[in-house]
């Protein structure tokens, strides 16, 4: 119930943005973006999902789903995590990997949580120096970038310490009433994950190249729309606007909200900065339910 609260106080802001921008003007600027640019927002979507998908194979290591039977769940936790508050929807993937494999719950959710703290991390160093390099003319930057980089420190201190922290914990986890067992095998499966360098090492480059992708997505969007955004840009804009709209727990209308307000920074018109970042995120949401209903259809007819 209080996420169903969250999601419509989150709808309720967008349309109040998009009311207060006009829903005129939202429309003749989406009307001005370059089809071509929307194409290549659309291949470097597609590519960071192709991206998580090697994630996923990776960490489920040997009798791994196949690519095609891993691109329904993670491209419908894809949408779920960026409408609910602070991501809250994405569990559905590791619930539906594992109910359509018949692999444990606890080692789908250590896989997701492995996956999405990595990238986490990257995130932050990712957008930390594009924030710094941006945020001489950004004020709002300034303090963001203090705050990315105490969080990356800490973040990066608790990756390395994480395996041995978590066999510590797992035996209280066990003894708790009725979750105990299951909370145990999910610790387990997790220390097992992070103390791999095997895995983790690989991890982080597909991490870095996922958001590489997701920057310049925005970028080819933001360049269609007829702004002077780099590609660095790009990068502190998306960053901000993701961070904040985890941290806020307020996921629609709050990323862009935030995005417009950067965007602005780097000169671009407040109604035009938000246009843009919504047209873009409208237009992700689109490829995700895409990907999730056009998949299994397309398995169906295979078999």
Same mark, same amino acid.
């Not at 929307?38 to 998908?53: D, E, G, Q, T």
């Not at 960490?59 to 095609?68: C, H, K």
């Not at 709002?140 to 990315?148: D, I, K, Q």
């Given at each position: 119930?209080?996420?169903?609260?969250?999601?419509?106080?989150?709808?309720?802001?967008?349309?109040?943005?998009?009311?207060?921008?006009?829903?005129?003007?939202?429309?003749?600027?989406?009307?001005?973006?370059?089809?071509?640019?929307?194409?290549?927002?659309?291949?470097? *979507?597609?590519?960071?999902?192709?991206?998580?998908?090697?994630?996923?194979?990776?960490?489920?290591?040997?009798?791994?789903?196949?690519?095609?039977?891993?691109?329904?769940?993670?491209?419908?936790?894809?949408?779920?995590?960026?409408?609910?508050?602070?991501?809250s929807g994405e569990p559905a993937s590791a619930l539906l990997v594992s109910r359509a494999f018949g692999i444990p719950l606890s080692?789908?959710?250590?896989?997701?949580?492995?996956?999405?703290?990595?990238?986490?991390?990257?995130?932050?160093?990712?957008?930390?120096?594009?924030?710094?390099?941006?945020?001489?003319?950004?004020?709002?930057?300034?303090?963001?970038?203090?705050?990315?980089?105490?969080?990356?420190?800490?973040?990066?201190?608790?990756?390395?310490?994480?395996?041995?922290?978590?066999?510590?914990?797992?035996?209280?986890?066990?003894?708790?009433?009725?979750?105990?067992?299951?909370?145990?095998? *999910?610790?387990?499966?997790?220390?097992?994950?992070?103390?791999?360098?095997?895995?983790?090492?690989?991890?982080?480059?597909?991490?870095?190249?996922?958001?590489?992708?997701?920057?310049?997505?925005?970028?080819?969007?933001?360049?269609?729309?007829?702004?002077?955004?780099?590609?660095?840009?790009?990068?502190?804009?998306?960053?901000?606007?993701?961070?904040?709209?985890?941290?806020?727990?307020?996921?629609?209308?709050?990323?862009?909200?935030?995005?417009?307000?950067?965007?602005?920074?780097?000169?671009?018109?407040?109604?035009?900065?938000?246009?843009?970042?919504?047209?873009?995120?409208?237009?992700?949401?689109?490829?995700?339910?895409?990907?999730?209903?056009?998949?299994?259809?397309?398995?169906?007819?295979?078999?």
């Open positions: 119930m209080r996420r169903w609260i969250v999601l419509v106080a989150s709808l309720a802001i967008l349309l109040t943005l998009v009311r207060v921008a006009g829903f005129r003007e939202v429309g003749e600027i989406w009307r001005s973006v370059r089809p071509a640019g929307v194409l290549l927002s659309v291949a470097c *979507y597609f590519a960071s999902i192709a991206v998580r998908i090697l994630s996923w194979r990776r960490l489920l290591g040997e009798g791994a789903p196949s690519v095609r039977g891993l691109t329904p769940p993670l491209a419908l936790g894809f949408v779920l995590g960026h409408v609910t508050p602070a991501k080692r789908t959710l250590s896989v997701l949580t492995a996956e999405r703290a990595i990238q986490l991390l990257v995130l932050l160093a990712t957008f930390v120096p594009a924030a710094a390099f941006t945020a001489g003319r950004v004020l709002e930057l300034r303090g963001a970038v203090r705050g990315a980089a105490a969080l990356l420190v800490v973040l990066a201190a608790a990756t390395l310490f994480a395996a041995p922290l978590l066999r510590r914990t797992r035996p209280a986890a066990q003894r708790i009433p009725r979750f105990g067992p299951v909370l145990g095998e *999910y610790l387990e499966a997790l220390e097992v994950l992070l103390s791999d360098r095997a895995r983790v090492i690989p991890l982080l480059a597909l991490g870095t190249l996922f958001w590489t992708l997701q920057y310049l997505s925005l970028w080819a969007i933001l360049d269609a729309g007829g702004t002077s955004v780099n590609p660095i840009g790009a990068a502190a804009v998306a960053g901000a606007a993701i961070l904040g709209g985890t941290l806020t727990l307020l996921p629609l209308g709050t990323q862009d909200g935030i995005s417009a307000v950067v965007l602005a920074g780097l000169g671009v018109p407040m109604r035009r900065g938000f246009s843009l970042a919504l047209f873009h995120t409208v237009l992700s949401l689109a490829c995700g339910a895409g990907l999730a209903l056009v998949a299994p259809l397309a398995m169906r007819r295979e078999r």
